[in-house]
């Protein structure tokens, strides 16, 4: 299919040995904002992983599932799915204090494919600016923050779509509603 993202011969042996239609990846390790209290905590894993072979590091975010700060399980923070109003994929999941998704704490995100291509987040980008959560989906939509950017196209692209980088509007590129942590661990990680 022209245009989306294609697979590599490995992903397709991947569904053919689990007689998968389509697989699902979340990412084990969140992406956090500038000065988050889990920096440290995630740097610790990210080495741990670095220093593993590629079944080793399977097989260590097997054990360790999808890291969570305790603090935010703990706390008044929910967690949220965001979805694109376009292709109706799921991109990624977000703790954060509300749907503005202003004020945000970790974002996992998620991507599948099948036989042809991939489906749901390419990019997760972090705001130079305001921190503010922009994804690039790959159906096309991109809310990524390039206002910092060398490139002029790069820049007016963003500045044109601002409405879109926003959550909870009618013109939001993304969506984000809330959805128990239980269901969608369970359903991508623990099942
Ligand atoms: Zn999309």
């Not at 291509?117 to 503010?132: L, Q």
Request: some cysteine.
């Amino acid at each position: 299919m022209a245009g989306f993202p294609s697979v590599s011969h490995e992903a397709r042996q991947h569904l053919l040995e689990h007689k998968l239609k389509r697989a699902t990846i979340v990412s084990p390790l969140p992406v956090l904002p500038p000065h988050s209290p889990f920096e440290q905590e995630l740097l610790t894993h990210r080495a741990k992983l670095a220093s593993l072979n590629n079944d080793q590091a399977k097989q260590y975010v097997r054990a360790i599932g999808v890291f969570i700060p305790q603090t935010l399980t703990d706390n008044n923070v929910s967690s949220f799915e965001i979805t694109c109003k376009s292709c109706q994929e799921v991109l990624a999941y977000v703790y954060a204090d509300d749907a503005t998704l202003l004020n945000w704490h970790a974002t996992y995100y998620v991507s599948s494919y099948d036989a042809t291509r991939w489906y749901g987040c390419m990019a997760v980008n972090v705001s130079p600016i305001d921190s503010a959560l922009g994804f690039e989906c790959a159906c096309g939509v991109d809310t990524r923050d390039f206002r910092a950017n060398r490139n002029t196209l790069l820049k007016q692209r963003t500045q044109d779509n601002l409405e879109q980088r926003t959550f909870g509007k009618s013109k939001s590129a993304f969506k984000a509603i809330h959805k128990s942590e239980d269901s969608w661990l369970r359903q991508n990680i623990l099942a």
